[in-house]
T-cell receptor, first 116, second 120 residues
Framework: AAGVIQSPRHLIKEKRETATLKCYPI?????VYWYQQGPGQDPQFLIS???????DKGSIPDRFSAQQFSDYHSELNMSSLELGDSALYFC???????????????FGSGTRLTVV | AQTVTQSQPEMSVQEAETVTLSCTYD???????LFWYKQPPSRQMILVIR??????QNATENRFSVNFQKAAKSFSLKISDSQLGDTAMYFC?????????????????FGQGTILTVHP
C-alpha cells in the first residue's frame, strides 16, 4: 500500500540558509499535518492543510511557511535557519472528516534537518 | 487546549513479562480519540493502539491493551509478554477528530514520552 512520502530524508543546512521539505500524502488523502520533533522531545504540531487551505496552526515560527498544492502534496519552507531548528520533521496525511480520518491517519518517515 | 502527561520518563521490563505505561490527559471535549505510538530507534512513528472516547470497551491489539478511564482522564497501555522488539519510546497522544463542518482539527497532542527498555 502507498505510504506518506517525505523528501529529502536527510538535510544539512547552514545557519541563515533556507530549506524546503516536501510531503506527498497517500492518494485520496486531502489533509496534511506537519510536526516538529526536537532531540529527546515529543512531536509538536506545526500546521495543517485541508483541501489546499490552511486549517489549523500550532507553534510554527514566522520564519516558516507552508502550503498545499493542487495535487495535495505539501511543502514546508523554512528560512533564516537557526541551530534550534535542527529536528525531525514529520508529515502525516488523512482523508476527510470522521472515522476515516482516524482509520487513515498515517505518518511519513520524517525528514531529519540538521542546521550547522 | 488539551494536555497529555506521561509521568514515567523511563521504564524497564524483563522479556516475557508485563509492563504498564501511564498516561493522563486534560480536555473539555466529549468526543475525542486517544492513541499510543511507538517510536523505535529508526524514529518512525508506529501506531500501536487507539481508543475512541465514546466506546466504553477497552481497545486490544494482540499483546497490547489499554485501560481507558474516561472520568479519571486516564489512558494506560499494558504490554503483555514483552519482547526485545518492544524496546522504543512510547508516546500517548490525544486527537480531536475532524468535524463535518470542514474545519480540520485532527491534530495530535503528544505526551512527553516513556522510554521502554526490554531486557533479555
Amino acid at each position: 500500500a502507498a505510504g506518506v512520502i517525505q523528501s529529502p530524508r536527510h538535510l544539512i543546512k547552514e545557519k541563515r540558509e533556507t530549506a524546503t521539505l516536501k510531503c506527498y500524502p497517500i492518494p485520496r488523502h486531502d489533509t496534511v499535518y506537519w510536526y516538529q520533533q526536537g532531540p529527546g522531545q515529543d512531536p509538536q504540531f506545526l500546521i495543517s492543510f485541508y483541501e489546499k487551505m490552511q486549517s489549523d496552526k500550532g507553534s510554527i515560527p514566522d520564519r516558516f511557511s507552508a502550503q498545499q498544492f493542487s495535487d495535495y502534496h505539501s511543502e514546508l519552507n523554512m528560512s533564516s535557519l537557526e541551530l534550534g531548528d535542527s529536528a525531525l520533521y514529520f508529515c502525516a496525511s488523512s482523508p476527510r472528516a470522521g472515522e476515516t480520518t482516524i482509520n487513515g491517519y498515517t505518518f511519513g518517515s520524517g525528514t531529519r534537518l540538521t542546521v550547522v | 487546549a488539551q494536555t497529555v502527561t506521561q509521568s514515567q520518563p523511563e521504564m524497564s521490563v524483563q522479556e516475557a513479562e508485563t509492563v504498564t505505561l501511564s498516561c493522563t490527559y486534560d480536555t473539555s471535549e466529549s468526543n475525542y480519540y486517544l492513541f499510543w505510538y511507538k517510536q523505535p530507534p529508526s524514529r518512525q512513528m508506529i501506531l500501536v493502539i487507539r481508543q475512541e472516547a465514546y466506546k466504553q470497551q477497552n481497545a486490544t491489539e494482540n499483546r497490547f491493551s489499554v485501560n481507558f478511564q474516561k472520568a479519571a482522564k486516564s489512558f494506560s497501555l499494558k504490554i503483555s509478554d514483552s519482547q526485545l522488539g518492544d524496546t522504543a519510546m512510547y508516546f500517548c497522544a490525544f486527537m480531536t477528530p475532524s468535524n463535518a463542518g470542514g474545519t480540520s482539527y485532527g491534530k495530535l497532542t503528544f505526551g512527553q514520552g516513556t522510554i521502554l527498555t526490554v531486557h533479555p
